[in-house]
C-alpha cells in the first residue's frame, strides 16, 4: 500500500487551524490536530487511491508524484468529515473530482505529472542509425 497522504502533507495542504477545526471534535477539546482521527482518514484514503490506480500505475513514480498526494489529502480530508458526519458542499466537490482524476489516470486519460523524486532522464527518442561501408554480414562487424 502506498502512503500518498501523510500528516505533514495534510498540515500543507489545509493548514493547521483547519485540521484542528475538523479533528478536535469531541469534548473536551484540546485544541490540536487529533492525530489519530486524522491518521485514520489517511490510511483509509491511501487504500481508497490504491484501489483506484491499481490498474496500470508503478507505485515508486506515483508516491512521488504531488498531483496523486493532492488527490490522496482531498480524499482523506473527505473521510474525517464524513466520520464526524459534517460533509460540507467544499469536502463533497474535492472529493468526487480527487475519485473522477483518480479513475482518469487509471483509464490512462490523464497524467499524473513529473515525480518530485524521479532523476530527469534523457527522453527516448527512436532515430534512424547511419553507418558508412558495407553491413556485416554476421552481425559482429568483422566481414
Do not use: W
Not at 508503478?58 to 473527505?78: E, H, I, K, W
Amino acid at each position: 500500500m502506498g502512503s500518498y497522504a501523510t500528516i505533514d502533507a495534510m498540515v500543507t495542504r489545509f493548514g493547521r487551524e483547519d485540521l484542528v477545526e475538523i479533528t478536535d471534535t469531541e469534548v473536551p477539546y484540546t485544541g490540536e490536530i487529533n492525530e489519530s482521527k486524522l491518521q485514520a482518514a489517511i490510511v483509509s484514503a491511501n487504500s481508497e487511491v490504491d484501489a483506484y490506480l491499481a490498474k496500470q500505475m508503478n507505485v515508486p513514480t506515483v508516491l512521488g508524484s504531488p498531483f496523486v498526494q493532492m488527490m490522496a489529502c482531498d480524499v482523506a480530508r473527505y473521510h474525517v468529515a464524513l466520520g464526524n458526519a459534517r460533509v460540507s458542499e467544499r469536502d463533497e466537490k474535492r472529493y468526487d473530482l480527487a475519485v473522477k482524476n483518480l479513475k482518469a489516470v487509471n483509464d490512462g486519460k490523464i497524467g499524473i505529472g513529473a515525480s518530485t523524486n524521479e532523476v530527469n532522464a534523457a527522453p527516448s527518442i527512436n532515430l534512424a542509425q547511419m553507418t558508412s561501408g558495407r553491413p556485416s554480414v554476421f552481425g559482429n562487424g568483422l566481414y
